[in-house]
């Protein structure tokens, strides 16, 4: 049987335009996916509607063509016109459908918390400069969805292993790094965690090539993955992060 071809995406927030971060991260994404065979799709995740611009996205493709990035056409063609299926915004039944599948399999709760009320509740077992883990204060509450009411999915105490082709073989237990795993916020915006998770999968991404910040988030998304019912997870290269002289990521 002829192997899959690797398929990456290139997927910045247009919320501003390309900086030298964004560079650095499209070589590695090229870079990789070239090296294996793959193509590279291009994703607009503007999941955060109050920043997103559409001025942006058309900026964005348009520095991608000029620095010799070269996308798959099918998604840019589809980016050029509207709706996309390569652009959240328009794909709000898609995300409502993989909600409604988590909350069949009762996974899904409604939950009113904001950071300091979860803050409040850590108390003493908050730790300066770690991540906010939930500690499941909306668990049995019963909130029904509406106006200033989240939905996370629970999440079970098991760890997630996958083999970075660049750091090696990390293991990591989203329950305990993050806890319930938020996946609509309070303004009834998904969040980038869900998001993500569910387009790569639609979208047949099989290779995530990204910075070293958001390593700490792949466990969490393939847990959520196989809770969608992805089989076969991606393969992952996380890179280096570009900085400045005081050590400060640059974007």
């Not at 590695?28 to 559409?54: C, F, I, Y």
């Not at 652009?87 to 996974?107: K, N």
């Not at 305990?176 to 996946?183: A, K, T």
């Amino acid at each position: 049987m002829r192997p899959e071809r690797l398929t990456s995406r290139f997927a910045p927030s247009p919320t501003g335009v390309l900086h030298l971060g964004h560079v650095a991260h499209a070589l590695w994404t090229w870079g990789v996916a070239g090296a294996l065979g793959g193509r590279v799709l291009v994703r607009m995740e503007d999941h955060d509607r109050g920043r997103s611009r559409p001025e942006y996205e058309r900026q964005i493709l348009d520095d991608l063509e000029w620095l010799g990035f070269a996308p798959e056409p099918e998604s840019v063609r589809s980016l050029w016109g509207r709706p996309s299926p390569w652009r959240q915004s328009d794909c709000e039944d898609v995300y409502l459908a993989a909600a409604a599948r988590l909350r069949d399999a009762g996974l899904v709760y409604g939950c009113d918390c904001t950071r300091s009320t979860i803050a409040r509740e850590l108390g003493d077992g908050l730790v300066e400069g770690e991540e906010l883990r939930y500690p499941g204060t909306c668990r049995s509450r019963g909130l029904e969805p509406g106006p200033g009411v989240g939905l996370r999915v629970r999440l079970d105490p098991a760890a997630e292993e996958f083999d970075d082709l660049r750091l090696g073989v990390q293991s990591q237990r989203p329950s305990e790094q993050c806890g319930d795993l938020l996946i609509r916020d309070r303004s009834g915006n998904w969040t980038y965690q869900f998001a993500v998770t569910v387009d790569d999968f639609r979208h047949g991404v099989n290779l995530v090539v990204r910075g070293e910040d958001l390593l700490s988030s792949t466990g969490r998304q393939l847990a959520l993955a196989h809770l969608l019912g992805r089989a076969v997870p991606p393969r992952y290269v996380h890179h280096p992060i570009l900085r400045n002289e005081a050590g400060m990521k640059l974007g």
